[in-house]
């Protein structure tokens, strides 16, 4: 896998930014790339161990470009480290990573003399909107390396913006269209040759469990559950105020609580009948006793819990892409976006690990 390497053009005006392209990085001892969705530099950053003499070769300065062409792994040399007797270690952050370092300011009002409340966007194609955010930095320069993609999304946004990172907004606005944002190196175009897309999140059909490397934990606890709640309200004695709340799981599978003021007459049960007393004298009305009983109730409930670790995958999934998986041992279901892609390339083998969920 081919890693190039390039330079910003010290040579042009700050508003006419270009990359000059280096020599290929042709030998190297280890290389890894992480792309994520959350903004934090742990999920965005990248390094290249190199050879000394192989180092001194190549001429690699802070800030220039080190990337996989036609992918989405790649970003800017911040550290160049002297690791050991023989390995330059440079380590970077990600094109992703390096729009956070970006805020979006509300235009200059001449009329008051100070920004407007907010940046609004009204009812514009997705891209149209992104070229209006990354147009209203307060440092704007290095964004200039950056193309927002021209394609028609035919999904449009309302949105506003006061002092929000740039890539913060662009995650939120993206998530509420479900769509994902994709950054990534192309030769399509002679000028700027990274490309922020929009994408849709892609569903992928596959059901995944053990049989795909996945590694799946999950459990079902109803140790110290209860289906009954007695809620103690206002009064005393036979003049308190009484509710009994049932739990049952409705029939598209969501909590369903049921209130019972009628206590003349006692139930069987079944093995799984079981009472939590909740006492609330200091209610203020007989809703807010339901209201409170029924948010404590939910702290009692069966607990159900299924975790992912995702390691190779014989399909490669894309930052953004929903997954389905089952737990074959306790029937267990999870839909969950992969938000981590890890790409290590070492000896002349890649690895590609993944990330899901929070």
């Known amino acids: ?53 192989y180092f001194k070769k190549m001429d690699i300065q802070k800030n220039d470009l080190i990337y996989i062409p036609n992918s989405e792994f790649g970003g800017f040399a911040k550290k160049i480290q002297n690791a050991d ?15 956070h ?35 209203n930095v307060f440092y704007s320069a290095f964004l200039k390396l950056y193309r927002v993609s021209d394609k028609d999304t035919q999904i449009n946004m309302t949105t506003s913006s006061r002092y929000d990172y740039l890539y913060d907004k662009i995650i939120n606005v993206l998530d509420e269209k479900n769509m994902r944002l994709k950054v990534y190196h192309t030769y399509d175009y002679d ?28 459990s079902i606890d109803s140790t110290n559950s209860v289906d009954t709640m007695i809620a103690l309200g206002k009064g005393d004695l036979h003049d308190r105020k009484i509710v009994l709340i049932k739990h049952s799981i409705d029939e598209d599978g969501n909590d369903a609580f049921e ?27 007989d809703d807010d006793l339901v209201e409170k009983a029924i948010e404590e109730f939910k702290n009692h409930l069966e607990t159900k819990e299924i975790n992912l670790g995702v390691t190779s995958l014989k399909k ?40 899901v969920g929070e």
């Open 1 to 53: 896998m081919e890693i190039m390497h390039a330079r910003i053009d010290s040579s042009t005006r700050s508003d006419d930014l270009y990359l000059k392209e280096m020599p290929v990085i042709a030998k190297f001892k280890k290389a890894e790339f992480i792309i994520g969705k959350k903004a934090s530099l742990d999920d965005n950053d990248f390094y290249i161990e190199l050879s000394k003499e």
């Open 85 to 99: 007797d023989s390995t330059v270690k440079i380590t970077g952050v990600n094109w992703r990573y390096f729009l």
């Open 101 to 135: 370092r970006f805020v979006i300011f509300p235009k200059y009002n001449s009329n008051y003399k100070a920004r407007d409340d907010y940046l609004t966007i009204d009812n514009k194609e997705i891209h149209k909107a992104l070229e209006i955010l990354f147009n």
């Open 191 to 218: 000028d700027r040759n990274i490309v922020v897309e929009a994408v849709e999140k892609n569903v992928i059909d596959d059901v995944y469990n053990r049989d795909y490397s996945i590694e799946i934990t999950s």
């Open 259 to 285: 209130k019972i003021t009628d206590l003349s007459k006692d139930e069987i049960g079944n093995i799984d009948s079981s009472m939590y007393v909740y006492d609330y004298k200091s209610c203020e009305s």
């Open 316 to 355: 490669e999934l894309e930052l953004g892409d929903i997954i389905t998986s089952v737990d074959d041992i306790t029937g267990l279901s999870i839909e969950t976006e992969i938000t981590r892609k890890i790409l290590t390339i070492e000896n002349g083998m890649k690895k590609i690990e993944y990330k």
